[in-house]
Nanobody, 125 residues
Framework: QVQLVESGGGLVQAGGSLRLSCAASGRTFSTYLMGWFRQAPGKEREFVAAISWSGGSTYYADSVVKGRFTITRDNAKSTVYLRMNSLKPEDTAVYYC?????????????????WGKGTLVTVSS
């Protein structure tokens, strides 16, 4: 079992930046693929970014991120981060941290095993 707790969300103006954090506890964090997903009001949860257990491989939803977001992890701290720059009002959503033992393409909510409760990001215009 893996417990995930997100933090770092909040209200930011368009063009601003935020860094989300996800602290993990439970089973060995370093063995898990970690991902960020988001869900806007009235929309389905969508993939944003993921990072392999070693941090050596990263995956992004190019249509969403377009070079603005960066995912990193610190296995010593059992934490994964999502740095978000040049935020837009359409980035407003609840952002969820997730974990999975195996990488399954395409990266989707169905392929993840554990979820945090989410952190709200609101981008004002």
């Amino acid at each position: 079992q893996v417990q995930l707790v997100e933090s770092g969300g909040g209200l930011v103006q368009a063009g601003g930046s935020l860094r989300l954090s996800c602290a993990a506890s439970g089973r060995t964090f370093s063995t898990y693929l970690m991902g960020w997903f988001r869900q806007a009001p009235g929309k389905e949860r969508e993939f944003v970014a993921a990072i392999s257990w070693s941090g050596g491989s990263t995956y992004y939803a190019d249509s969403v991120v377009k070079g603005r977001f960066t995912i990193t992890r610190d296995n010593a701290k059992s934490t994964v981060y999502l740095r978000m720059n040049s935020l837009k009002p359409e980035d407003t959503a609840v952002y969820y941290c997730s974990a999975a033992m195996t990488l399954k393409f395409p990266l989707s909510p169905a392929g993840m095993e554990y979820w945090g409760k989410g952190t709200l990001v609101t981008v004002s215009s």
